[in-house]
């Protein structure tokens, strides 16, 4: 047996429930007779809060508790939120910010909460919320990505939060003023809200000693410390669990303050709270993600080959540091800067901005899609600039494949990759030799047509350790716990058909267990495209561990030397008996054996794995109206190996689709007073299902080094190459009328204005 | 208060109401049917798609006052007994969820255009959907499930490597 | 959202005598309604659902008028009209999507008047007349703006009547996220005339495009619609789209429209 598994494209165990309305999840499993959350939130983006006055709202109907940043102490709650800084170039650190969980003598952003009312029901806790009179006196409200304006935060003097830098600027800039062609592209990377369809939303419960804490999350072990930090109590006193989570894409990943407020608020009261925003609560509330602005600037020597690379980057923060916001444009953007590409003089500076909006964090990709639309941005920009084939002047510079592995200028060393043949395949799979001709029908019809590519190369994060644990019940079934979390990408089927490959137990005998910090005791949650990879190393070392005991187990009571185990059945030499994992563990129990009833075993990664693969749109633009339709969208990847290739084609599409939402739908309007315009989905463009064609899907693996399955991970690949793909596929289009493709999104009204520009060019 | 007797999934049902109380919080709240969800506070996303008297609605905006007398049928509705609806089955067999948010209301969609149009183009269906949200699968495969459901070809899955995986 | 008490009259008179009461609001299909309460923009004390008024409902055609109850669905606007007033009917197959059509009335639409909306630019498009529980108003009189029409307080749509045109379409630009018309052209051509009359532009609100409707009376084509345009100053300028884009649109739908409907 391979320990990539059997590749097959299984029908997910888990959609059962979820055809039939029986998913269970955060708002379907609140405890009968919960009480009702809600939160009073900031109107305005920014102002000084005067004390706010509860008195009278906790005398209306229904009301058990009303908490504002001054009853926190009493509920014994901290009103800081926790935040991790990266190091500016200068060696010190970048700017702590106070992130209170309830707005402390100031409010930063409409959405802001500002105090929490917990009723019987939730119109109740809604007519207290409107009941409550919060007295701001206004400030000007800073909401472009620059330093300056009014300041924030008083330790983040012009508004900066960090001043990030790596990368030798000296020898970049001497490599660039000897190059033969310099080429300088601004790309603007649109901030978007993250959506999922589930917005978020919690459940706490306290029976006196113990807290339980519920919400739509990526993982339970970092909120239950956190939760246990904030609130005073001992680890072992917060049970966190994860039910089924309607999407996450990083921003469930995340704590959030309502989630201190509510379990402190169930603490004091001694009974179970719901909470479940709106998706207009939602939208103001939920981190956003991307909003940077990158000047790039590539030098090429003669032949056109790479010299130098510099990127000067604002990215915007939000109102206040989110857990995870300083390093995403920063170290996490370091990790994929130079691409595919044979590298060496790279230079990177990245200021963080604050500004009165909401905070902002990782979204599905975190720092790669932004680092990678970056460049192919800018690589796209070059070739037209100078007159190169944009497929040739990628190969010119490739990491050839006789160079890994290949430790990249700033930050990572690739195992493998192939990208020659992969663009190879793309080309093919998109019919490049067709497109002239598809370009003269488009003409003919009025309509301009242009064609992308982006080559992008991911990163996979998170933690590199992870825990599997088996367990053989008396019921027949075997327990695998894990330590990540499904947000619907259909882990309980790609965990259990694994195991069932490794192990001959029928995947019908599987139970996945995930999302519960007492049934399992440490985890690294989903996100950066690690789950299937590391969850199934842990596996399989479980699984070895097991097999090996049970080995031993049967040399004991056989007296046997060289028991063997086909991934299916034991041979016992000299005996015909052929137990099965199952039979053992049965065996095991007569003979009380517990100790071979449960197995487990921690993992950690040497290394990290590198999806790459090429994306080809073709843009189809109504220069009447500005609509851009994505008339052809070709993707071929290099997972690695592929454990269940329907599953991860999934990610692809979905991933692909939130990347040209971000460049063709999406967009984030804030006035210039702070308040969100696009705060409904009446005015939040959603991508639709006719926004979207077909995507073309074809792997051609190489697999990975670095981990015994020989997986990529296919979670956030789709977004990273899919903004480049979009945007470049605008700028040839544009080209044909002799004009540059406006910034992203390319809605129809920007798309219209920016042809304008060709009657105003031609007169 | 507000008297209501309707049928849900073919149960009658008699209920007590507030005036506002949303047909969708009737199904969540008072019957405990969780599987039509809320995704929107605008009718925009389609989460909470139930048919009523056979024609498909948006359950958050409909109140359960204006359901009295009516055949209400719901996602726990769909499948016989241990059979799944044909629809059901194919967004299964085709990868046609994620998530599974918004899955319900997409089902309950498609089952309404099936209905009127039994055998859909793939443009026909993206074009059905205007008024049903997905964020994890681009469409793609939800597209394909209902191809299939309506028993047409569907377009092959494209996962393909020339290296044997 | 506040409560309110209910009331599902079955007929016209006892309607109207509910609605008397000021704080008594009518509801039709609700889905701007609902939204709007759930914001708590609207507060009525009682609501009194039209939908369940025999007379105000279903397509009936007599001679060249097609007369539609005013608590008719799109949906069956859509359906049953399609046979009598292709055009009129594809209209209403474009407002909202599936599930909002199968509760959405064409009284509720005209009644509310969002300047978006698809439904005003067919009254006015084809000079239809809206009756209600008291009178007969020409749509020329009844659309008074952004979210404002002749109906007095209480004053109940009970149906309108078309008068169905020789050729007819709707080409509506939608806005990309709530899919209401960021611009839309209702054209007709009748025995007398052409009208054209266009909704989602104007910050007054459903407009007739008369410079147009002079020129295509002329000639039926598109063609004839060249160097024509509208002045942007009055169009609505929006995040979605500033007045010289929607007024660009105006003519750009229009000509689709006149394409369409040949």
């Known amino acids: 047996m391979e320990k990539f598994g059997k590749a097959q494209p299984v029908a997910r165990f888990e959609d059962h429930r979820f055809v039939t309305g029986h998913g269970r999840y955060i708002d379907d499993i609140a405890p009968e007779g919960a009480l009702h959350a809600v939160f009073v939130r900031s109107q305005v983006a920014h102002g000084t809060l005067a004390p706010v006055d509860l008195t009278d709202v906790r005398e209306m109907d229904g009301v058990r508790l009303a908490v504002a940043a001054e009853d926190l102490d009493e509920l014994g709650v901290r009103n800081s939120m926790k935040a991790t800084v990266v190091k500016n170039r200068d060696g010190t650190k970048g700017v702590k910010t106070l992130r209170p969980i309830l707005a402390t003598g100031r409010v930063r952003f409409v959405g802001e909460p500002i105090a929490l009312i917990v009723a019987d029901t939730l119109a109740q806790a809604k007519d207290a919320a409107e009941a409550v009179f919060a007295e701001i006196d206004d400030l000007p409200a800073k909401v472009d990505i620059a330093p300056g304006g009014e300041t924030l935060h008083e330790n983040a003097p012009e508004n900066v939060a960090f001043t990030w830098g790596k990368g030798d600027e000296d020898t970049v800039k001497s490599a660039i003023a000897g190059a033969a062609h310099v080429v300088h592209t601004r790309v603007v990377d649109n901030r978007i809200i993250v959506n999922s369809m589930e917005p978020r939303g919690c459940v706490a419960d306290w029976d006196g000693e113990r807290l339980h804490f519920g919400f739509g999350g990526q993982g339970v072990w970092g909120t239950r410390d956190e939760l246990a930090k904030m609130l005073d109590l001992k680890k072992k006193q917060v049970h966190v669990t994860n039910p089924d989570v309607g999407g996450g894409f990083g921003m469930k990943g995340m704590d959030y303050p309502e ?28 981190n956003g993600g991307r909003d940077l602005i990158s000047d790039t600037t590539l030098a090429f020597d003669a032949d056109f080959r790479l010299v130098a690379y510099h990127v000067e980057t604002v990215c915007n923060l939000g109102a206040y540091n989110s857990q995870y ?26 200021r963080g901005i604050y500004t009165n909006t909401t905070q902002i964090d990782a979204y599905r990709g975190a720092g790669r899609p932004e680092a990678i639309f970056a460049l192919e941005r800018s690589m796209d920009n070059a070739a037209r600039t100078l007159g190169v084939d944009p497929l040739d002047l990628r190969r010119r510079n490739f990491i050839k494949p006789d160079q890994f592995p290949y430790k990249t200028a700033l930050a990572e060393t690739y195992d493998v990759g192939d990208f020659e043949r992969v663009l190879d395949r793309v080309a093919r799979e998109a019919d490049l030799a067709g ?53 619907g990408q259909g882990h309980e089927t790609v965990y259990a058909t694994f195991l069932s490959d490794q192990t001959g137990i029928p995947v019908e005998a599987i139970e996945i267990v995930q999302g519960d910090s007492d049934l399992i005791k440490e985890g690294g949650g989903t996100g950066g495209s690690r789950s299937v990879t590391v969850q199934n190393t842990a596996t399989l070392a479980t699984v070895e561990t097991m097999t090996r005991a049970f080995q031993s187990y049967l040399a004991e009571k056989t007296g046997e030397d060289g028991i063997e185990f086909d991934d299916e059945r034991f041979r016992i030499p000299g005996s015909n008996e052929t137990p099965t994992m199952l039979d053992v563990a049965a065996m095991a129990r007569a003979d009380g054996r517990e100790d071979l009833l449960r197995f487990q075993e921690k993992i950690e990664l040497e290394s990290r794995s590198f999806p790459n693969g090429a994306h080809i749109a073709e843009v189809e633009i109504d220069p009447e109206t500005g609509l851009v339709s994505v008339d052809r969208y070709t993707v071929t990847d290099d997972f690695g190996n592929l454990i269940n290739p329907m599953l991860a084609e999934g990610q692809v599409h979905g991933g692909v689709a939130q990347g040209i939402g971000q460049a063709l739908t999406e967009r984030v309007v804030y006035d210039g007073e702070g308040q969100l315009l696009t705060a409904t989905f009446m005015d939040y463009a959603m991508p639709r299902a006719y926004d979207l064609p077909m995507i073309g899907f074809t792997t051609e693996p190489v697999p990975s080094t670095t981990n015994p399955m020989g997986m990529k991970g296919c979670g956030e690949a789709g977004t990273v190459g899919a903004l480049a793909a979009i945007a470049n596929a605008m700028a040839d289009a544009f080209s044909t009328r002799g004009l540059d493709a406006p910034d992203m999104p390319f809605t129809p009204e920007r798309v219209w204005q920016a042809l304008q520009q060709e009657a105003i060019a031609a007169e | 208060m507000e008297s209501l007797s309707l049928t849900v999934n073919g149960k009658p049902v008699s209920a007590e109401v507030e005036g506002r109380t949303l047909l969708v919080q009737l199904l969540r709240e008072t019957l405990g049917m969780t599987g039509t969800h809320v995704g929107c506070d605008t009718s925009q996303c389609g989460a909470c798609l139930v048919h009523v008297n056979g024609d498909v609605v948006k359950a958050c905006t409909m109140f359960a006052f204006e359901a009295d007398g009516a055949e209400v049928t719901t996602i726990e509705g769909m499948a016989d007994g241990d059979d799944l609806h044909p629809i059901q089955e194919a967004f299964r067999t085709h990868h046609g969820l994620q998530c599974g948010f918004c899955t319900p209301g997409m089902i309950m969609s498609a089952a309404a255009l099936l209905k009127e149009n039994p055998k859909p183009t793939e443009a026909e269906i993206r074009h059905h959907l205007e008024g049903n949200i997905c964020r994890c699968t681009g469409y793609h495969n939800i597209v394909r499930a209902i191809l299939a459901a309506s028993g047409q070809p569907v377009p092959e899955r494209t996962a393909t490597a020339t290296a044997d995986a | 959202m506040y409560d309110f008490n209910v009331a599902r009259p079955g007929s016209i008179d006892e309607a109207v005598k509910l609605l008397s ?78 599930a909002v059509r199968n509760r959405g009335t064409l009284g509720g639409s005209l009644a509310n008047n969002d300047p978006s909306a698809c439904y005003p630019a067919a009254a006015l498009g084809t000079g239809a007349t809206i009756v209600t529980n008291t009178r007969r108003i020409a749509s020329e009189d009844f659309f008074q703006g952004m979210f404002d029409t002749a109906l007095d307080e209480g004053e109940i749509i009970v149906s309108v009547d078309f008068p169905i045109a020789e050729v007819s379409a709707y080409a509506k630009f939608a806005q990309p996220a709530s899919r209401f018309a960021l611009v839309g052209a209702f054209v007709a051509r009748y025995a007398d005339g052409v009208r054209v009359a266009i909704t989602g532009a104007s910050e007054t609100g459903v407009f007739r495009w008369t410079e147009a409707e002079e020129a295509l009376s002329q000639d039926f084509s598109h063609e004839a619609l060249d160097g024509l345009s509208v002045d942007s100053d009055g169009m609505i ?26």
């Open chain 1, 325 to 350: 916001a300083q390093p995403i444009q920063t170290d996490l953007f370091l990790k994929v800067a130079t691409g595919v590409y044979d590298l060496r003089t790279v230079s990177l500076n990245c």
């Open chain 3, 237 to 262: 300028g929006d995040i979605h789209g500033a007045p010289t884009y929607r007024a660009h649109l105006v003519s750009v739908m229009t000509r689709r429209a006149v394409a369409a409907a040949i």
């Open chain 1, 259 to 286: 989630y201190f407020s509510i379990a402190g608020a169930a603490r004091a009261l001694g009974r179970p709270i719901r909470w479940m925003s709106e998706r207009t609560e939602a939208m103001l509330s939920d």
């Open chain 3, 21 to 98: 009461d000021e704080d008594a609001q009518a509801l039709g299909g609700g889905q701007t309604l609902i939204p709007t309460m759930k914001q708590r923009l609207a507060a009525p004390e009682l609501l009194v659902s039209l939908t369940n008024i025999p007379e105000m409902q279903g397509v009936c055609r007599d001679g060249d008028t097609l007369s539609i109850g005013g608590a008719t669905p799109h949906a069956v606007v859509a359906r049953d009209a399609a046979a009598h007033f292709p055009g009129l009917a594809a209209l209403a197959g474009q407002i909202g999507d599936p």
């Open chain 1, 435 to 487: 497109f002239a001709a598809r370009r003269a029908a488009s003409e003919a019809k009025g309509k301009l047509r242009g064609q992308g590519l982006c080559y992008y190369i991911e990163s996979i994060l998170g933690d590199k350790e992870e825990t599997s644990a088996i367990e053989y019940g008396d019921n027949g079934k075997v327990r695998l716990y894990v330590g990540t979390q499904s947000n």
